[in-house]
């Protein structure tokens, strides 16, 4: 994984330690990722998007911005935004959020937390903040 931006050594460790769990060896080496910290929010903690895409389309440049916060929010986030990366990685999740495994949904028609991929991310995305913080003791 290519990883760029003016990322703290603890979020780079967190962020190596969430792309090892989440994705193959080989998929990890076709990824880049640029990480921004924002003082303005415009989503509640952060956010991801595409930024570029393989021969055959499929995501491969992901940003993700995070908004300061403290430590722990800012690594929780972190973990939450890579599960989004790995939904778009695979073609889980369009970035319309018009498509989702396959299905057409409508986002604008479904509350925030009840979005079958925002339930994904914050379920899985808190499994590995904490197994994260436990490898760190």
Known sequence: MILTG?????????????????????????????????????????????????????PIGFVIEIYRNTEDEMLKTLAHEMVHVLQYARGELNEEMTYWRGRKVNSDEIPYFEQPWEIEAESKGIQLYEAFLASQT
């Not at 460790?13 to 990722?33: D, G, M, S, V």
């Open 6 to 58: 003016k990322i703290p050594k603890s979020h780079r460790t967190a962020i190596e330690f969430y792309a090892e769990n989440l994705f193959t060896p080989q998929k990890r080496r076709h990824l880049f990722l640029h990480v921004k910290y924002c003082r303005k929010k415009s989503y509640e903690h952060g956010n991801v998007g595409v930024d570029d895409y393989n021969v055959v389309g499929m």
